[in-house]
């Protein structure tokens, strides 16, 4: 399987609204609460948006977790005591700068806007204000400042203060890890471009500790690694880059950090960062708890605070950077023919199991293929439409490989391989369907 590397995509200004179209009608994203109207950047994942995400999931644990031996994981609550968040500096100082429209009263974040409101034009607003971001709630039944609490606005906080308790239940020496995934939350004053910027998301953040001094050497192999990893799901290299922050950009806890770069069709935009936070977090967190949350390293007899180096994505934006890269139009004997190229190791669907009919004698061989394929890879049965319309959907919802039973398969025990992006079909025996397709996978990912 050759995936092309210049693709005849829709054009730049339309590609977002035809990906819209074709996430819900294919079932990978749907506006959440449609039905009551929706919600404003906050959207429902479905069958097909699922199964793209777990994939993602299992990719980035695989390779931050499970092939390593110096990261283990956590899962952190939700909902953590205030003072986590004051410690963080995210109750004081997670802000973003919010204007009103004098005519129309909509409110915008200041940095966003292009001079004129973009609802009614009006070029008039209101002083600026600094809007914090975080979702409040209230713990137990009385609504009060004391039972205050925030859902969390990112992952990071509950593995620094989960530090100690990890480092010494797993028996780990620095340098060593801690990876996490779960949903947090931020009330974007101006989210946008569909799901590139949401109020409620989902993260994959690495906390990696390690003596300062190393933290240099440590970024360089972590801003390195994480590019790499983005390269293997098979997104295009050109889209792809790493770009420093300049001095003006550091957030307040960062010695230098970078971003890893996606061109979206509405320009270059971060897709992963990868900072170093220092031991700004470990010492806010020992000064407001009284805990002593340093390490002492018992072959040197030193005892100091890690600095830490962090890779943070967002799994709905890297699932967005997917759909938008893997996306391809080509005419196809005068028709248009729209192709999702995911990498094999992402596609939702990754083997097509088609008779060539609705015909009951095709029925029992083409349930036995099914089952034959299912213990291997993601499978999906599909006997509805003409197999030319179902070839086109498997392509638009980025299917690699499609297996066909015939007329002939039930004399000849063989069905039809068909790929993805180049339409070529081979026969193979069924007995030998699951090597074969074990190898054109293999080919498919460069392994």
């Known amino acids: ?259 890893v770069e996606y061109e979206f069709p509405f320009g270059w935009q971060e897709l992963e960062g990868i900072a170093n936070r220092t031991d700004f977090d470990l010492r806010q967190h020992s000064q407001y708890s009284g805990k002593d949350l340093s390490y002492f390293d018992e072959e040197t007899k030193e005892r100091y605070l890690p600095y830490v180096i962090e890779p943070a994505m967002g799994v709905d934006r890297c699932l967005f950077t997917l759909m938008i890269d893997a996306y391809d139009e080509e005419e196809v004997r005068g028709e248009t023919r729209v192709v999702l190229r995911f990498h094999p190791s992402v596609a939702p669907i990754q083997v097509a199991v088609l008779p060539l009919s609705k015909n009951e004698k095709l029925l029992p061989t083409s349930r036995e293929v099914e089952e034959l394929l299912r213990p291997h890879f993601r499978i999906e049965y599909d006997e509805t439409q003409s197999i030319g319309r179902r070839y086109r959907r498997h392509d638009e919802i980025g299917t690699p490989f499609a297996v066909t039973v015939d007329f002939d398969s039930l004399e000849d025990k063989a069905v039809t391989i068909r790929e993805r992006d180049s339409m070529e079909q081979v026969r193979v025996a069924i007995a030998e369907l699951v090597p074969a397709l074990s190898e054109k996978f293999r080919a498919a990912s460069g392994t």
């Open 1 to 259: 399987m050759t995936i092309p590397a210049q693709r005849n995509v829709a054009e730049p200004e339309k590609l977002i609204e035809t990906l819209v179209s074709l996430a819900k009608r294919r079932g990978f994203i749907f506006p959440s609460s449609e039905i009551y109207g929706g919600i404003n950047a906050i959207y429902d994942f479905g069958p097909l948006g699922v199964a793209l995400k777990h994939n993602i999931r299992s990719l980035w644990w695989r390779q931050m977790v499970e092939l390593r031996h110096d990261i283990v994981g956590l899962e952190s609550s939700i909902i953590m005591a205030s003072r986590v968040w004051e410690a963080s500096g995210h109750v004081a100082g997670f802000t973003d700068p919010l204007v009103e429209c004098k005519n129309c009263h909509q409110r915008f974040r200041e940095d966003h806007l292009e001079g004129v409101c973009p609802n009614c034009g009006n070029k008039e607003f209101s002083e600026s204000r600094q809007f914090n971001l975080m979702f409040k709630t209230f713990l137990g039944p009385v609504e009060d400042s004391a039972a205050q609490v925030f859902l969390r606005p990112e992952t990071a906080q509950g593995m620094f203060v989960q530090f100690q308790n990890v480092l010494n239940s797993s028996r780990k020496r620095i340098p060593f890890g801690i990876a996490q995934q779960g949903r947090s939350f931020r009330n974007e004053i101006s989210p946008g471009n569909y799901i590139f910027r949401l109020r409620e998301f989902e993260q994959q953040e690495m906390e990696f500790f390690v003596k300062p001094g190393t933290d240099d050497e440590w970024l360089d192999y972590w801003k390195q690694a994480r590019l790499d990893w983005y390269l293997s799901l098979g997104v295009r290299p050109e889209k792809l880059r790493l770009r420093a922050h300049g001095p003006d950009e550091l957030a307040h806890y960062a010695k230098a950090a970078f971003d």
